[in-house]
């Protein structure tokens, strides 16, 4: 799927994070009630979104009665992977320890997390 996935803009991402927030599938009034909470988008505007994620392959969508009912075709994990490795590859150069780094420069990284960091890797070692 990395093949073909795409980064999402930001406003296609607040659709995909709605639907995937809630109990998929969703209307399209599900999914406006959703999105209007944080953002003043016209129904239009909505449908225009939900037509461009499904060319992009995230979302499939079937006609049910008079409302369109809209399925995740990419779940969020699945997404989120391919940004982080995305993100990590174009600005740390595929570096793990870069991206490290630069949280612990920005005091970014608490106490709490560079231990939860030490325990995640201790595990981690373990189960090699």
């Known amino acids: 799927m ?6 999402l803009p930001d406003a296609e991402l ?26 003043n988008w016209n129904i239009s505007t909505l449908l225009t979104l939900l ?3 499904i060319d992009r ?6 006609k049910r009665g008079r409302e369109r009912i809209y399925y995740p ?20 150069k595929n570096s793990f ?5 630069t949280l612990y420069d920005n005091n970014d990284l608490t106490e709490q997390d560079m231990d ?6 201790e ?3 373990q189960n090699q």
Do not use: C
């Open 14 to 39: 607040e659709v995909m994070k709605a639907i995937w927030d809630n109990t998929p599938p969703m209307s399209t009034n599900d999914v406006m009630k959703v999105v209007s909470n944080e953002k």
């Open 51 to 53: 037509s461009r994620l």
């Open 116 to 121: 939860e960091l030490s325990r995640w890797l």
């Open 2 to 7: 990395f093949d073909k996935m795409r980064r």
């Open 73 to 92: 075709q990419v779940e969020r994990e699945e997404y989120m992977e391919y940004e982080t490795k995305n993100f990590i590859k174009k600005l740390h």
């Open 123 to 125: 595990e981690k070692k």
């Open 57 to 62: 392959g995230f979302l499939s969508s079937e």
């Open 97 to 101: 320890m870069s991206l490290v780094n």
